[in-house]
């Protein structure tokens, strides 16, 4: 075993540099050894955009698609509030509403990413 000169951490024989600190083993100068541990990026998502998702997809919900019963021809009868349907037997289209709310989430994160913080 030997003993890194400068933070007196045992190291096998084998190794060339600590892996405590990262410098030489053998005490002379060499490309790791001003090195420290790198800082951690502060990157942040944009808060702003994840609240304006949670929004529309609060707002998704409240209006979502709507299409003619089972009985007749497929149609959009497209946004209405849930509880003022288009006509009585008009039900929620759970296709679209699915691929609304995964559109809206992908966006909202992809938007929160693009625009974060640095």
Not at 42 to 52: A, P, T
């Amino acid at each position: 075993m030997q003993i890194c000169p400068f933070c007196d951490r045992s190291q096998p024989e084998i190794n060339r540099f600590c892996t405590q600190c990262g410098r030489r083993l053998d005490g002379t100068a060499g490309p790791m050894s001003g090195v420290g541990p790198r800082p951690i990026p502060s990157d942040q998502l944009n808060l702003s955009i994840l609240y304006g998702m949670v929004v529309v997809l609060i707002l998704a919900l409240l209006f979502p698609p709507w299409e003619t019963p089972p009985s007749q021809t497929p149609e959009f009868l497209g946004m209405h509030f849930i509880l003022s349907p288009p006509s009585p037997e008009a039900v929620v289209s759970r296709m679209l509403l699915t691929i609304e709310l995964v559109t809206i989430a992908i966006a909202g994160m992809y938007g929160a990413f693009l625009f974060r913080k640095k």
